[in-house]
């Protein structure tokens, strides 16, 4: 069975390159994974028939060429689409929706699974403290105190406070693009030991139980 996974930077393909593995592994012996990140969200073309424009690389910017490509090359066979990517300041079931509309038009012979981080790929990284206090043992839970999880809260600097203390601010004053080779490094080390069963991202619960679903499905024999 092979799984195809978009992320739209590195931080998130670290991430799912990993969860994917503890994922799938219960559920089927004999899989492939391959994670593609993009250079950012990008936006959905205004003609998404059109061929991408040169200078494009964000995940819906190639989104509906990427599906047309995989729905011809793929039909048929023991294929499984994943499309992940943060909700941001947008909302979870109107983007959803959108990403649904697009896999179903443009990839209709496919299995597909939409993964949205909500608020941001950092909410899957909160959502299990033990890996975070394993990748960073001195870090400050005190800070999580009064974090909801998965609300629009600005949850990378959430967990900026939690890992980096009085460096923080500093960090946070600076923003990007600086933040993202610190964000790179949460993941890259955070993700290492991230359980799936014990995360309490309602967003990441949600995945993992439709991702678990469409493999038992696609498993199951066709009748006769």
Known sequence: MRFEVLTEDRSGAIVMDRLMERILSPLVSDYEVSVRPHRGRGDVPTNPYQPPKAEASGLLDLLP??????????????FIL???????????DELKNELITLCKKHAPSLPFVIGLCVEETESWLIG??????????????????????????GTWEVLCRCVLGSKAERVIRVGYPAIGQYKHEW???????????K??????KRFRSYLSFIVQKALEPINP
């Not at 060429?65 to 023991?78: I, N, Q, T």
């Not at 993941?187 to 069963?197: G, V």
């Open 128 to 153: 299990d403290e033990q890996a975070l206090l394993k990748a960073y043992p001195e870090a400050d839970l005190s800070v999580l105190e009064n974090y909801k999880q998965d609300s629009v809260c």
């Open 187 to 197: 993941a890259l080390r955070i993700s290492e030991y991230l359980e799936p069963e």
């Open 65 to 78: 060429a990427k599906l047309r490509a995989y729905d011809r090359v793929y039909a048929g066979s023991d």
């Open 199 to 204: 995360n309490v991202s309602p967003s990441f």
């Open 82 to 92: 994943v499309v992940v990517m943060d909700s941001d300041y947008h909302s979870p």
